[in-house]
């Protein structure tokens, strides 16, 4: 119990003062977690939407593939983005192995099928006769897709809180990409890691404060944003 006490203490002392490296990480993590968040989006909701609106040959198929990709395990994806991004890989042409940029992209990837499959799942679970009565009114392709997504608009924001909270917590795709580098592609998880390894204890509770302080926020924002839309609907 001391050494959890020791370590809320040193984290109101960190956040207090206002610690210069902390501040770094935490506001390192936030951009990272952001950017990846929003790429994902920009991925998610339209595959998932082809997903649930529009039939195709082997739609199953590719549907069980993004459903496992909920599961998919960081460790994994930063392997393999490793892999492409490596001096010998594919993409080391674009040097940007151990950057933020790495770990972004390593991040969208995890967080872009748990987007799409919830997208698709909301979408499909529309009622049948919303959207016979949206064909019936002469909307067309793309109207008829934003009325749906404009249904379905509280399951999307719980689906970016799902897709930022497996961002932000993430840990072993950042070490595999980005290689824990104090100033560049050092985040809240993988400093957590690096003081638990050297036995800093005290300080290793005060980051995971830290940072369940900053997930809780950010998914505080988009649940009060959620409830008030729902409230006013």
């Not at 972004?104 to 919830?118: D, G, K, R, V, Y």
Request: glycine content about 10%; hydrophobic content about 55%; overall charge positive.
């Amino acid at each position: 119990m001391e050494m959890i006490w020791q370590g809320v203490l040193a984290a109101i002392h960190l956040l207090i003062t206002g610690d210069p490296e902390v501040v770094n990480i935490t506001l390192l993590t936030l951009k990272i977690s952001v950017t990846g968040t929003l790429i994902s989006l920009l991925i998610g909701i339209p595959f998932g939407t082809l997903l649930a609106l529009k039939p195709f040959p082997g739609r199953r198929l590719v549907l069980s593939v993004v459903n496992t990709g909920m599961g998919l395990p960081p460790v994994v994806v930063g392997l393999w983005v490793s892999i492409f991004l490596w001096r010998s890989g594919p993409f080391g042409f674009l040097n940007i192995m151990y950057t933020p940029t790495a770990i972004i992209i390593a991040q969208a990837i995890i967080a872009s099928p748990i987007i799409a499959a919830l997208t698709c799942a909301a979408l499909q679970q529309t009622n049948p006769k919303l959207r016979l009565q949206i064909r019936a009114l002469g909307a067309t392709r793309l109207q008829y897709t934003w009325l749906l997504l404009k249904e379905v608009r509280f399951s999307l924001l719980a689906a970016i809180i799902a897709g930022f909270g497996a961002i932000v917590s993430e840990i072993g795709a950042s070490i595999a990409v980005g290689g824990n580098i104090k100033g560049q592609t050092r985040v809240l998880t993988t400093a957590t890691v690096l003081e638990v390894s050297k036995g800093n204890f005290d300080i290793a509770i005060a980051l995971s404060i830290i940072l369940c302080l900053l997930a809780y926020a950010a998914t505080l924002g988009l649940t009060i944003l959620q409830q008030k839309q729902q409230g006013g609907s």
